[in-house]
């Protein structure tokens, strides 16, 4: 069988593009991973600070804020908002994913409310929702 001298190693290209493609797609799997992670650790920080400030809003705000902060830094998030209405605990926490190529760093945020439960209900005060946000490029 004879074959045609300009087909010669076109095997060879088809072969790297779809390893390209392949690569392509698991960055971005990994990208999007990260963000989940993020997410989850997020969340998990501020239910687990706004525990901790809630039960300890009877030594003072600023103590209990304080624990907080230790709390969401040990899930390796960071306090971005504590506030107080009656006994009841607002925190809002950040939690970076690291830097990905070409989207930067990202960040997850998000908020949790913690109190007694014989408390009559406090009004949710309007704040950006919490989310996964794009910061500068690292490059």
Do not use: N, Q
């Not at 103590?63 to 925190?91: N, P, T, W």
């Not at 070409?102 to 989310?131: E, I, K, N, S």
């Amino acid at each position: 069988m004879k074959t045609r001298f300009g087909d010669r190693g076109s095997g060879t290209v088809w072969v790297v593009a779809l390893i390209g493609a392949v690569w392509t797609v698991a960055v971005m799997a990994m990208g999007v991973g990260a963000a989940r992670v993020a997410r989850h650790r997020a969340h998990a920080a501020a239910d687990l600070a706004a525990l901790a400030a809630a039960a300890h809003v009877a030594e003072g705000s600023g103590r209990a804020c304080r624990l907080a902060a230790r709390v969401a830094r040990d899930s390796d998030a960071r306090v971005r908002r504590c506030a107080f209405h009656g006994r009841i605990a607002d925190v809002i926490v950040t939690s970076r994913a690291g830097a990905l190529p070409r989207f930067g760093t990202l960040t997850a945020t998000a908020r949790a409310r913690a109190g007694p439960v014989d408390d009559d209900p406090v009004p949710f005060p309007a704040f950006p929702a919490p989310g996964v946000t794009r910061g500068p490029s690292a490059r």
